[in-house]
Protein backbone atom coordinates (compact mmCIF):
# COMPACT_ATOMS: atom_id res chain seq x y z
CA UNK A 1 0.00 0.00 0.00
CA UNK A 2 2.65 2.51 0.64
CA UNK A 3 5.12 1.53 -1.86
CA UNK A 4 1.86 2.57 -4.24
CA UNK A 5 1.32 5.81 -2.25
CA UNK A 6 5.49 6.52 -2.35
CA UNK A 7 5.28 6.14 -6.40
CA UNK A 8 1.89 8.89 -6.55
CA UNK A 9 3.83 11.29 -4.37
CA UNK A 10 6.16 11.20 -6.96
CA UNK A 11 3.82 11.48 -9.69
CA UNK A 12 2.37 14.69 -7.96
CA UNK A 13 4.93 16.39 -7.40
CA UNK A 14 6.11 15.89 -11.19
CA UNK A 15 2.68 17.52 -11.63
CA UNK A 16 3.87 20.20 -9.33
CA UNK A 17 0.92 19.37 -7.21
CA UNK A 18 1.15 22.09 -3.72
CA UNK A 19 1.82 19.62 -0.61
CA UNK A 20 -1.22 20.26 1.00
CA UNK A 21 -3.30 18.66 -1.85
CA UNK A 22 -1.19 15.92 -2.60
CA UNK A 23 -1.15 15.20 1.32
CA UNK A 24 -5.32 15.37 0.72
CA UNK A 25 -4.84 12.71 -2.33
CA UNK A 26 -2.03 10.41 -0.23
CA UNK A 27 -4.55 10.19 2.78
CA UNK A 28 -7.69 8.73 0.62
CA UNK A 29 -7.65 5.17 1.60
CA UNK A 30 -5.91 5.37 4.62
CA UNK A 31 -7.79 4.06 7.90
CA UNK A 32 -7.48 5.73 11.42
CA UNK A 33 -6.60 3.43 14.20
CA UNK A 34 -6.80 3.43 17.89
CA UNK A 35 -3.50 4.33 19.51
CA UNK A 36 -2.40 2.03 22.09
CA UNK A 37 0.70 3.16 23.59
CA UNK A 38 0.40 0.39 26.55
CA UNK A 39 1.19 -2.31 24.40
CA UNK A 40 3.21 -0.62 21.47
CA UNK A 41 6.77 -0.60 23.15
CA UNK A 42 6.08 -4.48 24.27
CA UNK A 43 5.52 -5.02 20.37
CA UNK A 44 8.40 -3.38 18.72
CA UNK A 45 10.84 -4.69 21.35
CA UNK A 46 9.38 -8.26 20.67
CA UNK A 47 10.63 -7.09 17.07
CA UNK A 48 14.02 -5.72 18.09
CA UNK A 49 15.33 -5.05 21.63
CA UNK A 50 15.92 -1.44 23.28
CA UNK A 51 19.73 -0.88 23.79
CA UNK A 52 21.08 -0.14 26.86
CA UNK A 53 22.80 3.33 25.86
CA UNK A 54 22.57 6.52 26.87
CA UNK A 55 24.11 9.75 26.18
CA UNK A 56 24.72 10.84 29.26
CA UNK A 57 28.09 10.40 30.44
CA UNK A 58 31.49 11.78 31.15
CA UNK A 59 35.43 11.58 30.21
CA UNK A 60 38.65 11.63 31.81
CA UNK A 61 39.74 14.17 29.66
CA UNK A 62 43.01 14.91 29.11
CA UNK A 63 44.58 18.39 29.50
CA UNK A 64 44.50 20.46 26.24
CA UNK A 65 48.13 20.59 24.60
CA UNK A 66 47.16 20.54 20.71
CA UNK A 67 44.87 22.97 18.61
CA UNK A 68 42.73 20.00 17.62
CA UNK A 69 42.43 16.27 17.51
CA UNK A 70 40.62 14.23 14.50
CA UNK A 71 39.20 11.27 15.59
CA UNK A 72 39.22 8.28 12.84
CA UNK A 73 37.07 5.27 13.58
CA UNK A 74 37.73 2.28 11.41
CA UNK A 75 36.28 -1.13 10.77
CA UNK A 76 37.42 -3.49 7.48
CA UNK A 77 38.31 -0.25 5.72
CA UNK A 78 41.58 -1.89 4.27
CA UNK A 79 40.61 -0.27 0.31
CA UNK A 80 39.87 3.30 2.03
CA UNK A 81 41.94 3.78 4.85
CA UNK A 82 45.30 4.68 3.19
CA UNK A 83 44.13 7.29 1.85
CA UNK A 84 41.79 8.70 4.33
CA UNK A 85 44.26 9.13 6.87
CA UNK A 86 47.20 10.19 4.15
CA UNK A 87 45.27 13.40 3.30
CA UNK A 88 45.15 13.89 7.17
CA UNK A 89 48.66 13.30 7.50
CA UNK A 90 49.40 16.11 4.33
CA UNK A 91 47.43 18.99 6.24
CA UNK A 92 49.08 22.56 5.52
CA UNK A 93 48.61 24.02 8.73
CA UNK A 94 49.87 26.06 11.52
CA UNK A 95 47.83 24.54 13.87
CA UNK A 96 49.05 21.58 16.10
CA UNK A 97 46.68 18.57 15.82
CA UNK A 98 47.01 14.86 16.27
CA UNK A 99 45.60 11.94 14.44
CA UNK A 100 43.78 9.21 17.16
CA UNK A 101 42.63 6.19 14.92
CA UNK A 102 40.39 4.00 16.68
CA UNK A 103 40.34 0.47 14.76
CA UNK A 104 37.49 -1.28 16.35
CA UNK A 105 38.15 -4.74 15.88
CA UNK A 106 39.06 -5.04 11.77
CA UNK A 107 39.51 -8.49 10.67
CA UNK A 108 41.22 -7.27 7.27
CA UNK A 109 44.49 -5.72 6.66
CA UNK A 110 43.38 -2.50 8.46
CA UNK A 111 45.42 -2.97 11.78
CA UNK A 112 48.60 -3.79 9.50
CA UNK A 113 48.12 -0.65 7.55
CA UNK A 114 47.76 1.63 10.46
CA UNK A 115 51.01 0.37 12.58
CA UNK A 116 52.51 1.10 9.21
CA UNK A 117 51.41 4.80 9.27
CA UNK A 118 53.09 4.97 12.78
CA UNK A 119 56.13 3.91 11.88
CA UNK A 120 56.11 8.03 9.73
CA UNK A 121 53.91 9.78 11.44
CA UNK A 122 54.50 10.72 15.04
CA UNK A 123 51.31 12.45 15.45
CA UNK A 124 49.39 9.47 14.79
CA UNK A 125 48.30 7.40 17.66
CA UNK A 126 46.28 4.19 16.75
CA UNK A 127 43.90 2.85 19.47
CA UNK A 128 43.12 -0.90 19.21
CA UNK A 129 39.94 -2.57 20.40
CA UNK A 130 37.56 -5.06 20.50
CA UNK A 131 34.87 -4.82 18.14
CA UNK A 132 32.10 -3.09 19.97
CA UNK A 133 30.15 -0.58 17.10
CA UNK A 134 31.07 2.83 16.32
CA UNK A 135 29.58 4.65 18.63
CA UNK A 136 31.49 2.94 21.35
CA UNK A 137 35.08 3.89 19.39
CA UNK A 138 34.20 7.00 19.02
CA UNK A 139 33.61 7.89 22.52
CA UNK A 140 37.18 5.77 22.82
CA UNK A 141 38.81 8.22 20.83
CA UNK A 142 37.45 11.13 22.53
CA UNK A 143 38.29 10.29 25.92
CA UNK A 144 41.97 9.89 24.42
CA UNK A 145 41.76 12.91 23.08
CA UNK A 146 43.96 16.10 24.42
CA UNK A 147 43.26 19.44 22.55
CA UNK A 148 40.92 21.86 22.63
CA UNK A 149 38.88 21.29 19.24
CA UNK A 150 37.95 17.72 17.88
CA UNK A 151 36.56 16.38 14.61
CA UNK A 152 35.74 13.03 13.29
CA UNK A 153 36.71 11.95 9.75
CA UNK A 154 35.04 8.13 8.05
CA UNK A 155 37.52 6.32 7.19
CA UNK A 156 36.32 5.57 4.08
CA UNK A 157 36.54 9.67 3.13
CA UNK A 158 38.95 11.82 2.91
CA UNK A 159 39.49 15.42 3.46
CA UNK A 160 41.31 18.53 1.49
CA UNK A 161 45.25 19.63 2.48
CA UNK A 162 43.54 22.63 3.90
CA UNK A 163 40.29 20.57 6.08
CA UNK A 164 42.62 21.66 9.54
CA UNK A 165 43.59 25.35 8.32
CA UNK A 166 40.08 26.75 7.31
CA UNK A 167 38.28 24.99 9.95
CA UNK A 168 40.60 26.10 12.83
CA UNK A 169 40.71 29.56 11.73
CA UNK A 170 37.53 30.93 12.51
CA UNK A 171 37.11 29.00 15.33
CA UNK A 172 40.32 30.31 16.98
CA UNK A 173 39.58 33.87 15.57
CA UNK A 174 35.88 33.81 16.70
CA UNK A 175 35.99 31.42 19.47
CA UNK A 176 33.30 29.49 17.98
CA UNK A 177 31.98 26.44 19.27
CA UNK A 178 31.13 24.44 16.20
CA UNK A 179 33.00 25.32 12.86
CA UNK A 180 31.72 23.23 9.69
CA UNK A 181 32.55 23.28 6.02
CA UNK A 182 31.24 22.55 2.60
CA UNK A 183 31.18 18.97 1.33
CA UNK A 184 31.15 16.88 -1.73
CA UNK A 185 30.34 13.05 -2.34
CA UNK A 186 33.36 10.98 -3.59
CA UNK A 187 31.44 8.32 -6.23
CA UNK A 188 28.08 10.47 -7.06
CA UNK A 189 30.22 13.98 -7.38
CA UNK A 190 27.44 16.32 -6.20
CA UNK A 191 28.63 19.42 -3.99
CA UNK A 192 26.85 20.60 -0.65
CA UNK A 193 27.55 24.11 -0.27
CA UNK A 194 27.39 26.14 2.97
CA UNK A 195 26.68 29.86 2.85
CA UNK A 196 29.82 31.21 4.93
CA UNK A 197 28.18 32.75 7.88
CA UNK A 198 29.57 34.19 11.13
CA UNK A 199 26.17 33.77 13.04
CA UNK A 200 24.62 30.56 11.76
CA UNK A 201 22.04 28.56 13.69
CA UNK A 202 22.83 24.94 14.46
CA UNK A 203 19.36 23.63 13.56
CA UNK A 204 18.52 25.91 10.39
CA UNK A 205 22.30 25.67 8.80
CA UNK A 206 24.15 22.68 9.82
CA UNK A 207 24.09 19.19 8.41
CA UNK A 208 23.27 16.46 10.58
CA UNK A 209 26.60 14.03 9.96
CA UNK A 210 29.02 14.41 12.73
CA UNK A 211 32.31 15.08 9.69
CA UNK A 212 33.14 18.42 8.26
CA UNK A 213 33.39 19.93 11.56
CA UNK A 214 35.30 20.91 14.49
CA UNK A 215 33.74 21.42 17.93
CA UNK A 216 34.73 22.61 20.70
CA UNK A 217 36.00 19.35 23.26
CA UNK A 218 34.10 20.79 26.46
CA UNK A 219 30.64 20.81 24.38
CA UNK A 220 31.26 16.59 25.22
CA UNK A 221 32.13 17.04 28.60
CA UNK A 222 29.09 14.98 29.81
CA UNK A 223 27.37 13.88 25.85
CA UNK A 224 28.46 10.68 24.76
CA UNK A 225 27.14 8.51 21.53
CA UNK A 226 24.85 6.38 22.95
CA UNK A 227 26.07 2.81 22.24
CA UNK A 228 24.78 -0.23 20.67
CA UNK A 229 22.21 1.89 18.71
CA UNK A 230 22.13 2.43 14.89
CA UNK A 231 21.74 6.05 13.93
CA UNK A 232 23.80 7.35 16.97
CA UNK A 233 24.74 10.15 15.26
CA UNK A 234 21.70 11.75 16.29
CA UNK A 235 23.00 12.18 19.72
CA UNK A 236 25.12 15.23 18.47
CA UNK A 237 21.37 17.22 17.11
CA UNK A 238 20.02 16.52 20.41
CA UNK A 239 23.32 16.65 23.01
CA UNK A 240 25.69 18.92 21.42
CA UNK A 241 23.78 21.63 19.27
CA UNK A 242 22.06 23.07 21.79
CA UNK A 243 24.60 23.81 23.81
CA UNK A 244 27.40 25.43 21.30
CA UNK A 245 26.33 29.40 21.22
CA UNK A 246 28.76 30.32 18.57
CA UNK A 247 28.53 28.60 15.35
CA UNK A 248 29.99 29.53 11.88
CA UNK A 249 29.23 27.31 8.52
CA UNK A 250 31.76 28.06 5.95
CA UNK A 251 31.67 27.95 1.88
CA UNK A 252 34.97 26.34 1.31
CA UNK A 253 34.50 22.20 0.52
CA UNK A 254 37.50 20.80 2.53
CA UNK A 255 35.58 17.05 2.71
CA UNK A 256 34.62 14.55 0.62
CA UNK A 257 32.23 11.72 1.57
CA UNK A 258 31.73 8.14 0.54
CA UNK A 259 28.29 6.80 -0.09
CA UNK A 260 28.57 3.43 1.09
CA UNK A 261 25.51 1.55 -0.59
CA UNK A 262 25.84 -0.94 2.21
CA UNK A 263 25.93 1.47 5.27
CA UNK A 264 23.36 1.57 8.27
CA UNK A 265 21.50 4.37 6.17
CA UNK A 266 20.63 2.85 2.94
CA UNK A 267 20.23 -1.12 4.37
CA UNK A 268 18.17 -0.26 7.41
CA UNK A 269 14.94 -0.16 5.35
CA UNK A 270 15.38 -3.91 5.14
CA UNK A 271 16.35 -4.57 9.08
CA UNK A 272 14.86 -4.62 12.38
CA UNK A 273 17.27 -2.59 14.17
CA UNK A 274 15.81 0.15 12.00
CA UNK A 275 13.59 0.50 14.92
CA UNK A 276 16.91 1.96 16.41
CA UNK A 277 15.47 5.29 14.86
CA UNK A 278 12.65 6.06 17.21
CA UNK A 279 14.30 4.26 20.26
CA UNK A 280 17.76 6.71 19.77
CA UNK A 281 15.17 9.34 19.67
CA UNK A 282 13.03 7.71 22.93
CA UNK A 283 16.72 7.87 24.63
CA UNK A 284 17.61 11.07 23.23
CA UNK A 285 14.50 12.75 24.72
CA UNK A 286 14.76 11.05 28.61
CA UNK A 287 18.29 12.35 28.19
CA UNK A 288 17.83 15.77 27.73
CA UNK A 289 15.05 15.84 29.96
CA UNK A 290 17.08 15.19 33.00
CA UNK A 291 19.51 17.11 31.64
CA UNK A 292 17.01 20.11 31.04
CA UNK A 293 17.39 20.96 27.61
CA UNK A 294 15.02 20.59 25.65
CA UNK A 295 13.39 23.81 23.98
CA UNK A 296 11.55 24.77 20.78
CA UNK A 297 14.35 24.31 18.42
CA UNK A 298 14.16 20.71 19.60
CA UNK A 299 11.04 20.01 19.43
CA UNK A 300 10.51 21.55 15.99
CA UNK A 301 13.72 19.12 15.18
CA UNK A 302 11.83 16.09 16.78
CA UNK A 303 8.51 16.64 14.69
CA UNK A 304 10.94 16.34 11.54
CA UNK A 305 12.85 13.34 13.13
CA UNK A 306 9.26 11.59 13.31
CA UNK A 307 9.38 11.63 10.23
CA UNK A 308 12.59 10.23 9.56
CA UNK A 309 11.86 7.50 11.73
CA UNK A 310 8.48 6.30 9.93
CA UNK A 311 10.52 6.44 6.68
CA UNK A 312 13.22 4.26 8.04
CA UNK A 313 10.36 1.65 8.91
CA UNK A 314 7.58 2.32 6.30
CA UNK A 315 8.44 -1.66 4.81
CA UNK A 316 7.41 -2.94 8.32
CA UNK A 317 4.02 -4.43 8.75
CA UNK A 318 0.85 -1.71 9.55
CA UNK A 319 0.20 -3.26 12.95
CA UNK A 320 3.97 -2.34 13.82
CA UNK A 321 3.59 1.24 12.42
CA UNK A 322 0.78 1.85 13.99
CA UNK A 323 2.66 0.76 17.23
CA UNK A 324 5.39 3.25 16.40
CA UNK A 325 3.03 5.78 15.55
CA UNK A 326 1.48 5.49 19.11
CA UNK A 327 4.78 6.34 20.86
CA UNK A 328 5.46 8.96 18.73
CA UNK A 329 2.35 10.75 19.26
CA UNK A 330 2.72 9.98 23.00
CA UNK A 331 6.20 11.33 23.29
CA UNK A 332 4.94 14.56 21.82
CA UNK A 333 2.68 15.00 24.03
CA UNK A 334 4.64 13.75 27.32
CA UNK A 335 7.95 15.75 26.51
CA UNK A 336 6.21 18.58 24.29
CA UNK A 337 3.11 19.85 26.27
CA UNK A 338 1.33 22.62 23.91
CA UNK A 339 1.19 24.77 26.09
CA UNK A 340 4.43 24.92 26.67
CA UNK A 341 6.32 24.23 23.53
CA UNK A 342 6.13 26.14 20.25
CA UNK A 343 6.39 24.76 16.21
CA UNK A 344 9.01 27.34 14.87
CA UNK A 345 8.54 26.45 10.80
CA UNK A 346 5.59 25.84 8.91
CA UNK A 347 6.19 22.99 7.26
CA UNK A 348 6.40 20.86 10.58
CA UNK A 349 2.94 21.90 11.74
CA UNK A 350 1.28 19.19 9.49
CA UNK A 351 3.30 16.89 11.39
CA UNK A 352 2.51 18.58 14.50
CA UNK A 353 -1.54 18.50 14.05
CA UNK A 354 -0.83 14.79 12.91
CA UNK A 355 0.58 13.93 16.25
CA UNK A 356 -1.21 15.85 18.24
CA UNK A 357 -4.62 14.82 16.78
CA UNK A 358 -3.33 10.97 16.42
CA UNK A 359 -4.51 11.39 13.34
CA UNK A 360 -2.97 8.35 11.61
CA UNK A 361 -4.07 8.34 8.20
CA UNK A 362 -2.54 12.48 8.13
CA UNK A 363 0.34 11.37 9.67
CA UNK A 364 1.22 8.70 7.10
CA UNK A 365 0.81 11.39 4.23
CA UNK A 366 2.03 13.89 5.06
CA UNK A 367 5.58 12.05 6.00
CA UNK A 368 5.08 10.59 2.62
CA UNK A 369 5.28 13.69 1.00
CA UNK A 370 8.77 13.99 2.34
CA UNK A 371 10.01 11.27 0.67
Not at 198 to 215: D, E, I, R, S, T
Amino acid sequence: MYQKRIKLNHLLRKLHIPPKQRIGLLKLGIPQQNVDYDNAIARLTAISQFPSGTSIGTYDFKKAIVDLAIIVVTYNNQDYIDKCISSLVKQQTQYDFSIIVVNDGSTDQTATILADWTKHSSNIQVINCSHGGVARARNIGLNASNARYVSFVDADDYVEKDYVEILMNPASKYNADIVEGSYQTINKAEKFVNKTDLHANAFQNLYGYPWGKVYRRSLFENAKFPEDFWFEDTMGIYRIWPNARKIITISDIIYNYRINEKGITRSAFSNVKALDSLYITIRLLEDCYATRSLNDELYTFTLHQMVTNYIRIHSFKNDDLVAAFSIMAKLIDDYFPASKFKCLDDDSSIIEKALRKKDYPLFIAASLTKQ
